[in-house]
């Protein structure tokens, strides 16, 4: 048996109707491409077996879109293939995204007889009236009623998104919004700031409106959520998310530590040691892509040993369990001292902390997280010459570079070397 883990990640781009403030790649109306993206996800599945099963499937989490619309009866499907194709742990953590209104009882009676044991439900508020602003189609009466459907068939481990920033939304209703979340006693909270997305309804209907909360509006809101969260028992483990002891998600913990995952599906991203990929935003071209054996890739890089560092500073600082010199130098053989000298100065701030070898945000840290580790990657950059006695072996190698293969075929020889541990 391989002794190395792989998160699966499959993509399901259908909506029953488009949310105004989403940017992923999901399309409503399009459910007559249902069935022929069913045969492609199961095909691209049976294909990728060779390299699947150079790993043991630990997690597996269906996002989308939504892949409760999809219906449980095609993501049973799906997991029958996985199972098939690839060496799934028996206890391995398998999320399915749900949408209140597409929650029913049967339907989740089928998806936890199939092994899914972890359910993501989309709430973001409590307020019908905020519901229908942002073009949600369920109500709160609809979300309780799920997760009543979703206790009463054995799931004993829910989680549910929040929104804050919301407009006209006030500091009192993300109060009572978090208030009645908690009363649900679910084990895992998400909680996201509004980002307005060019091309969305929102961008349109909201940019710089007065109704949007101000910036420190939006801050306190955050501030007051990690708060009151981890005052009644559910730990903040990265910067929008919350849960009970032990049910953090093992699957979103892949991306942030720098894990291996597999991603399928229009969109999908993938993260093979140093290799990352991601497939074509195109439902329809993913589907003749797979029929006819033609490449699928959208984009793809290697990283070298710099940018997997700043891979780790980027995603490991975003995490409470941060970052630490013996992981660093493992990872990048760089030197730490300008890293630790600009964590202390943050800490006189207020805006990091210690915690034995280790190093993370605080609260306020969080808040201004995209500042600090753009400021700590420059750090990471400046001096690097006589820092990282690897560097110039690497400039030396590119010099040597001789004319490379076509892009597919140079893809294909990377993607081989990762996946059989080379």
Known sequence: ???????????????????????????AGCEHLMPDYQDALL????????????YEVDTIYFGG??????????????????????NVRRD????????????SYNALKLLHDEGVNRISLGLQATDNDLLRMIGRRHTFEQAKRA??????????????????????????????????????????????????????????DYRNSPTLPSDDDQADMYSYAARMLEHYGYHQYEISNFCAPG????????????DDYM?????????????????????KAYITGVRRGTSLIDEYNELDTLERAAEYLMLGMRTSRGISEHDYRLLCQSDWKPIEKTLKIFADKGWTVPNGERWHFTVPGYLLSNQLISI????????????????????DAEEKTEMPPSEEELFKEMYQKVTKGA
Request: net charge negative; proline share 4%; glycine share 8%.
């Open 43 to 54: 095909d691209h599945i049976a294909e990728s077996s060779h390299s699947i099963k150079n």
């Open 263 to 283: 991603g399928f599906g229009p969109g999908a991203h993938s993260c093979i040691g140093h290799l990352r990929y991601s497939f074509v935003r195109d439902l």
């Open 147 to 204: 997760i009543d459907n979703a206790r009463s068939v054995g799931f004993d481990n829910i989680s549910v998104d929040l929104m804050y920033g919301l407009p006209t939304q006030t500091k009192q209703d993300w109060a009572k919004t978090l208030a009645q979340t908690v009363a649900l006693h679910v084990e895992h909270i998400s909680v996201y700031g509004l980002k307005l997305e060019k091309g969305t309804p929102m961008y349109r």
């Open 376 to 395: 700590l990657l420059e750090v990471q950059a400046s001096g690097r010459i006589e820092n990282t006695p690897w560097l110039s072996e690497l400039f």
């Open 65 to 86: 879109g939504t892949p409760s619309f999809y219906g449980a009866d095609r993501i049973a499907g799906i997991l029958d293939e996985l199972k098939l194709n690839g």
């Open 247 to 258: 049910f953090l998600s093992r699957h979103n913990l892949k991306y942030w530590e720098l």
């Open 1 to 27: 048996m391989p002794d190395r883990q792989l998160g699966i990640y499959i993509h399901i781009p259908f909506c029953a109707s488009k949310c105004s403030y989403c940017d992923f790649y999901s399309l």
């Open 92 to 103: 391995a953590e398998i999320t399915v995204e749900c949408n209140p209104d597409s929650a």
